[in-house]
Nanobody, 127 residues
Framework: VQLRRLGEGLVQPGGSLRLSCTGS????????VGWFRQTPGKEREFVAR????????KYLRSVEGRFTVSRDNAKNTAYLQMNSLKPEDTAVYYC?????????????????????WGQGTLVTVSS
């Protein structure tokens, strides 16, 4: 699966932004999709994950209640809706996909759970 991200930009604190991640091919619905982010000098960190069916999600604690991860398998697309954005949310965001396995459901926060990565997209939260 190849991942293509959409959505980036400058947002004011308290604002919202939705990122999209579109997969190519007919197997998108076989994959868990994760969202990660990275700031200069720091390791890439887990932000959110959605399972194949969309029925189960996980979040980084600091974004829980503000971010929502979802997917539309008919469109081969996953979304990260980000609300109440804070300056500390500023980062390059990545979507990733990996086969859904027992391990991937447990280690959803690990980078090596995901074999496919999209391009990063810069999100800047600033007034």
């Amino acid at each position: 699966v190849q991942l293509r991200r959409l959505g980036e930009g400058l947002v004011q604190p308290g604002g919202s932004l939705r990122l999209s991640c579109t997969g190519s091919g007919s197997t998108f619905d076989r994959y868990v999709v994760g969202w990660f982010r990275q700031t200069p000098g720091k390791e890439r960190e887990f932000v959110a994950r959605v399972t194949r069916s969309g029925s189960s999600t996980k979040y980084l604690r600091s974004v829980e209640g503000r971010f929502t991860v979802s997917r539309d398998n008919a469109k081969n697309t996953a979304y990260l809706q980000m609300n109440s954005l804070k300056p500390e949310d500023t980062a390059v965001y990545y979507c990733a996909a990996g086969p859904q396995t027992a391990d991937s459901l447990v280690y959803y926060y690990r980078l090596d759970t995901y074999g496919f990565w999209g391009q990063g997209t810069l999100v800047t939260v600033s007034s």
